[in-house]
């Protein structure tokens, strides 16, 4: 897999605009323990940051392709149904 050209999927949006990600144990045990993983802003706003393994990169990756491909289907059934 092309990380690359595939890494905006680990950001995409699901339902209720919802970011989901899986850990292994490792990056579950390393974002845990990291002090920097928030940061606080002067207007209350908050950027977390999230370091993933190469393997949870391609996990999540997968994971998104195929919720996408649930979701595209499940439009394309109910716009058929309203015909
Ligand atoms: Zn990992």
């Not at 940061?39 to 370091?51: K, P, Q, W, Y």
């Not at 393997?55 to 716009?79: F, M, P, T």
Request: charged residues 30%; contains cysteine; proline residues 2%.
């Amino acid at each position: 897999m092309d990380v690359s050209k595939n890494m905006w999927k680990l950001v995409m949006l699901r339902l209720m605009s919802t970011i989901t990600f899986r850990f292994c144990s490792d990056c579950s045990q390393a974002l845990y323990n990291d002090p920097e993983k928030q940061t606080l802003h002067a207007d209350g706003s908050v950027t977390t940051r999230i370091t993933l393994c190469p393997e949870c990169v391609e996990q999540n990756i997968r994971a998104n392709d195929a919720a996408g491909q649930i979701a595209r289907r499940r439009y394309a059934v109910k716009k058929d149904n309203e015909k």
